[in-house]
């Protein structure tokens, strides 16, 4: 006998209904789901990703090599790829393919059991395309991804139980509890617009009905702006725009979570904020060496936007027509490939430059604590020998010349695995 079940597509799969006042929701990573990705589909999907960068204007994006490498990597099931490849038929970038194959692709993707896949397909629903509109289907599918540990579907879902009480004809209802745990399982996976939302439920602790919860101010505070730090340093443009004008222009000083005004620290957040507004796909995993939090000390900064944003992303920007990178920006970006990790050899040096190639970092053991430590948070650097080393925080206590008070460590590279070959994770991908 044939099992016609086995012959329903996926999206017409029956899922169980979006209940807003679920009881319980359990914390499941996406990592978890998703299929290995080979390594030459991972090399086209970059590639192409490559061609979109946000610098390149739309019109002279080649979207034909664009589709052509996509397309490839999809073909060797590279979830990402087959999304990507998705919105690009849905954008027209391939004449031959619309919606009915970007459909298809998805479907593909949600067989594999990519929990992105039924976030999609929820939002097809939601916007008819390709799929008779039906607004309890698509919370269906986004509550399946969720499940799955999709953080995109917990945070759209999160943010409709993120309320006071409930208005089903405005599509929110009253789960702050529920709303509050896919916030934060969502930003344990790096989504950094989960923090934005979650950084009120810490500030005003409220129960599922709303009721308020006691808690110190001054706790309360501190975890909102470490909450809003953290979504900054995962790509929360409004996370740091929120701290730009909490520290540089607070609209009420009572109400303020920074612990005091400090433009200079303002000024830093909104340079960053406006950079992911330009592209939000930028991650910025140094932000904690250039832009601390208090009371750590404010390293020094010459003003630049693109040395600011270098240095929080670890990276370096290809050269600007007619500029050229600094021996300062080159030192600060030569970063460790991530097979690799450091350990200190024992070897010092009080010279200026380096005595051989290698890691070295700074030191400043004999100096006051303050001055130790912001020296000792900035990172080992690679140089090559003889090459000056470079001091991104110039201090000068006393008079006396930077030179005369810093050591330089050396560090070894040391196999993080120990011989084991990890696959590396795909980023970048479409989101509609």
Not at 53 to 63: A, H, N
Not at 244 to 268: C, N, Q, T, W
Request: net charge negative.
């Amino acid at each position: 006998m044939i099992n016609l079940s086995e012959y329903t597509l996926p999206r017409d799969e029956e899922l169980p209904l979006f209940d807003p006042h679920m009881p319980a929701f359990t914390c499941t990573h996406e990592a978890r789901h998703i299929p290995p990705i080979d390594a030459e589909a991972e090399a086209w999907f970059r590639e192409a990703r490559a061609l979109e960068d946000p610098e390149i204007y739309v019109d002279d994006r080649d979207y034909k090599r664009i589709v052509e490498l996509t397309r490839q990597a999809a073909e060797r099931r590279h979830w990402k790829a087959m999304l990507n490849l998705a919105s690009l038929y849905l954008e027209g970038r391939d004449p031959k393919h619309g919606t009915g194959d970007a459909l298809l692709w998805v479907e593909e993707a949600m067989r594999l059991g990519v929990p992105a896949a039924y976030d999609r397909m929820g939002t097809y629903y939601s916007n008819g395309t390709g799929v008779r509109g039906n607004t309890e289907r698509a919370h269906a599918f986004w509550l399946r991804a969720a499940e799955m540990g999709n953080p995109q579907a917990m945070t759209f879902l999160a943010n409709k139980m993120n309320a006071t009480w409930d208005s089903p004809r405005n599509g929110f209802w009253a789960n702050m509890s529920i709303a509050t745990k896919m916030f934060e399982c969502a930003l344990a996976q790096g989504f950094g617009e989960a923090a934005y939302p979650l950084h009120f439920r810490y500030l005003h602790p409220q129960g599922s009905h709303a009721e308020i919860i006691a808690a110190d101010p001054r706790e309360t505070r501190l975890h909102a702006l470490k909450t809003l730090h953290l979504g900054a340093k995962l790509g929360c443009a409004m996370c740091a725009t929120h701290l730009y004008i909490d520290f540089d222009h607070p609209f009420k000083l009572s109400e303020m979570i920074a612990p005091f005004v400090d433009k200079a620290r303002g000024e830093r957040y909104r340079v960053l904020a406006n950079y992911l507004d330009f592209n939000p796909d930028i991650r910025y995993p140094n932000l904690d060496q250039v832009l601390p939090l208090p009371p750590a000390i404010l390293p020094a900064w010459n003003g630049d936007t693109y040395t600011l944003i270098e240095a929080a992303m670890g990276t370096c920007f290809p050269p600007r027509p007619g500029t050229a990178a600094s021996p300062a920006q080159t030192a600060a970006c030569k970063t460790l490939d991530p097979v690799f990790h450091l350990r200190r050899s024992g070897e010092q040096t009080q010279g200026k430059t380096a005595p051989f190639a290698g890691y070295w970092q700074p030191k400043a053991p004999d100096e006051p604590d303050a001055v130790r430590k912001a020296v000792e948070a900035i990172q080992p650097a690679l140089y090559a020998r003889d090459e000056r080393f470079f001091v991104p925080h110039v201090y000068e206590p006393f008079g006396k010349p930077v030179s005369s008070w810093l050591v330089w460590e050396h560090w070894l590279t040391v196999d993080a695995g120990d011989g084991e070959i990890r696959p590396q994770a795909a980023r970048g991908w479409h989101a509609s």
